[in-house]
């Protein structure tokens, strides 16, 4: 057993050694540094909340030294930024898109100093955008229940999710999914590299989105975006042109459309595509292309997926009665 654990030791800390040389160091805020990873000879990806200064962006190298870095773009829904360095880096091993496997061992990279630091665990959740709609709808639900009786209310909390969601939830902000694990988020470690046993790496840690939770974004984002941010340098968002807030829709309206709240329109832009589309200011906007709206950051959230200049459907209540329409995006 002593030589099995041993050799298992070994092989963690070789597999870091590998690694080691594609973690770096970020400067780019106040007094914490921060970790990120080669993508490729010359660009680095990092965590979007780290990078507070566009200036003036320092990298530590493995080698102790240091070379200055140029901010190209910013995802921040997925809490991603891409640099540029003004030197050859060596890229990560990165992995083949969604081969992590809940319960695989995982170890997480951060250079908040000269050296790196590692923290273990597993790959304790792998959550879909799909899974991410389905506990959405889910939580809709069950806040329909709440307000129907106490028992049904009880039955909800001892779910978990009902009281979770209601807090923020560590899902509002994110849609493309992501790998939750259980290592320990040392601070300077947001931008490190979440490495699998094979010795890729198969995301990027952030606590970015809440605190207690420690998350990874997926290769699959990452590649996403760095792709967008080349071609674009800039991740485009659906544009409305409203100003709204939460509201509780008419008992009736609610009852139909199985969704307690909706977004108050409280003020119109000129000649934007919600004045086009002729929404008014005491509308309450309860769908976007198909999907139900409760929260801002759902809107939010699906602007970041809708195309400038695709045509879609919606629904809002107007005098207490219920309409259909349609809204051309524009973008922004």
């Known amino acids: 057993m002593t030589k099995s654990l041993r050799q298992l030791s070994d092989d963690m800390a070789n597999l870091i050694e590998r690694a080691e040389p594609s973690v770096l160091r970020v400067d780019a805020r106040r007094r914490l540094p921060a970790t990120g990873i080669a993508w490729s000879e010359e660009l680095i990806v990092t965590a979007h909340h780290v990078v507070e200064s566009e200036d003036h962006i320092s990298i530590g190298l493995p080698d102790g030294s240091r070379i200055d870095a140029s901010l190209l773009g910013r995802d921040p829904h997925n809490d991603l930024a891409l640099l540029r360095a003004d030197s050859r880096l060596t890229p990560a091993n990165w992995a083949a898109d969604d081969c992590l496997r809940v319960g695989n061992l995982v170890l997480a990279l951060g250079r908040p100093g000269q050296k790196v630091k590692a923290t273990g665990g597993i790959a304790s959740g792998l959550v879909s955008p799909v899974d991410i709609k389905r506990r959405r709808q889910k939580f809709r639900s069950m806040k329909m229940e709440y307000s129907r009786g106490r028992k049904r209310r009880r039955r909800a909390r001892m779910e978990g999710l009902g009281d979770f969601f209601e807090r923020g939830g560590w899902l509002r902000g994110l849609t493309d999914g992501f790998i939750q694990t259980d290592v320990t988020m040392y601070p300077g470690f947001s931008g490190g590299a979440l490495l699998g046993a094979d010795g890729a790496v198969h995301g990027m840690n952030t606590s970015g989105f809440s605190q207690g939770v420690s998350i990874a974004i997926p290769v699959a984002t990452i590649r996403r975006s760095v792709g967008v941010l080349l071609a674009d340098g800039k991740i485009q968002r659906g544009y409305l042109g409203i100003g709204v807030q939460e509201a509780r829709l008419p008992d009736k309206v609610a009852e139909t459309l199985e969704q ?15 004045a086009r589309a002729e929404l008014m200011v005491g509308d309450i906007l309860t769908a976007l292309d198909q999907t139900a709206i409760e929260h801002v950051d759902e809107l939010q959230l699906l602007l970041t997926k809708l195309a400038g200049g695709s045509e879609v459907s919606m629904g809002y209540v107007r005098g207490g009665e219920y309409h259909d329409g349609s809204v051309i995006v524009g973008e922004k």
């Open 260 to 274: 307690d709240t909706g977004l108050l329109i409280v003020s119109v832009d000129a000649d934007s595509p919600a």
